[in-house]
């Protein structure tokens, strides 16, 4: 708070300071904090700790050794299988059924032996009769290509030799010429113009004329400078004094520094400084549609609450 002037709280512009949530708790730093606090309360379930895996019977959850199969006896898997097919034997009424000539091994590949049925004529290996060759036609035979390239080489083409004509160069420009001059001739005056016929945008420059132009003044002759202008003496530099100034260094005066108040300061009977009551604080205030909103739709009624437009 300073010692003079408004304290902190003038400056706010409320009557009072605000309450704090915690009012007397003591600081704590969160580096001394505990992780879990409600762990260190109270008592707490506390387990036999961890068993070890041993010979002796308290590395188990069980007070003693229970076996898998209690009171089983050994049972050879082997033997009860002979057992169960010499049993399921003695139900065939004759002797094992033997087919007459064993399986048939094929002895090669496209061989047909070991199958059931004969070969098929389709998949024979036997060749098609073929008709008798006939020879193609022969070929068109043409004379030969006549060297030369074709530029500044006659008879070098299929059929006959070109005829040569002459053409005049442009002659399409001046065809268009001369029925342009031939028109030109035909007509008697200017185009037809009606009084609204377009015209330029801007108007025609008032300021041209067509005379020609005066002939250029001579320029005056120069004078020459018989005696350059040379100062009574150099320009002087600035260097934290006068030197270079124009008015010479101000009067020092010795006047010691007093600070003058226009005004006399009003104190009060104990000398301090008087201020006057400060006037009406203005501080945030709620608008009056956003209390009819909050009165009106709360968290009581915000699911059921119908909004109404005005």
């Known amino acids: 708070m300073p010692g003079e002037g408004k304290t902190d709280m003038e400056r706010i512009g409320l009557f009072s300071e605000m309450e704090y949530i915690t009012i007397g708790d003591k600081y704590i730093s969160?580096?001394?904090r505990p992780f879990n606090e409600a762990a260190s309360k109270n008592k707490q379930m506390l387990s036999g700790g961890t068993k070890v895996l041993s010979a002796v019977?308290?590395?188990?959850?069980?007070?003693?050794?229970?076996?898998?199969?209690?009171?089983?006896?050994?049972?050879?898997?082997?033997?009860?299988?002979?057992?169960?097919?010499?049993?399921?034997?003695?139900?065939?009424?004759?002797?094992?059924?033997?087919?007459?000539?064993?399986?048939?091994?094929?002895?090669?590949?496209?061989t047909y032996y070991g199958t059931i049925g004969g070969p098929y004529p389709y998949f024979s290996a036997q060749?098609?009769?073929?008709?008798?060759?006939?020879?193609p036609g022969k070929n068109l035979y043409t004379s030969p290509g006549k060297k030369g390239t074709g530029y500044g080489y006659p008879n070098l083409t299929i059929g006959k030799q070109y005829p040569h004509s002459s053409e005049v160069y442009e002659i399409e420009k001046m065809?268009?010429?001369?029925?342009?001059?031939?028109?030109?001739?035909?007509?008697?005056?200017?185009?037809f113009r009606l009084n609204l016929y377009p015209r330029a945008?801007?108007?025609m420059n008032?300021?041209?004329?067509?005379?020609?132009?005066?002939?250029?003044?001579?320029?005056?002759?120069?004078?020459?400078?018989?005696?350059?202008?040379?100062?009574s003496s150099p320009s002087k530099k600035s260097a934290g004094m006068k030197a270079g100034t124009f008015d010479p260094y101000p009067s020092h005066s010795a006047d010691p520094y007093v600070v003058k108040y226009?005004?006399?300061?009003?104190?009060?009977?104990?000398?301090?400084?008087?201020?006057?009551?400060?006037?009406?604080?203005s501080r945030p205030s709620t608008s009056i549609?956003?209390?009819?909103?909050?009165?009106?739709?709360?968290?009581?009624?915000y699911k059921t609450a119908h909004m109404m437009t005005y």
Do not use: W
């Open 30 to 32: 969160h580096f001394l």
């Open 289 to 301: 549609m956003a209390l009819n909103v909050t009165r009106s739709l709360n968290a009581m009624n």
């Open 206 to 231: 008032p300021y041209h004329d067509d005379k020609p132009l005066a002939p250029a003044k001579k320029p005056a002759p120069e004078k020459p400078i018989t005696h350059p202008f040379k100062p």
């Open 262 to 281: 226009s005004k006399p300061v009003t104190t009060n009977k104990e000398g301090r400084i008087f201020h006057p009551p400060t006037g009406s604080k």
């Open 175 to 191: 065809n268009t010429k001369k029925t342009r001059e031939d028109h030109q001739h035909l007509v008697k005056g200017g185009p």
């Open 127 to 135: 060749l098609r009769g073929k008709a008798a060759y006939a020879p």
């Open 57 to 110: 019977q308290a590395g188990y959850f069980e007070p003693q050794f229970v076996r898998v199969f209690e009171g089983e006896a050994y049972s050879n898997p082997v033997q009860l299988r002979r057992r169960y097919r010499l049993a399921e034997s003695k139900k065939n009424m004759g002797k094992a059924f033997l087919p007459s000539n064993g399986v048939k091994l094929p002895c090669g590949i496209g």
């Open 201 to 203: 945008y801007f108007d």
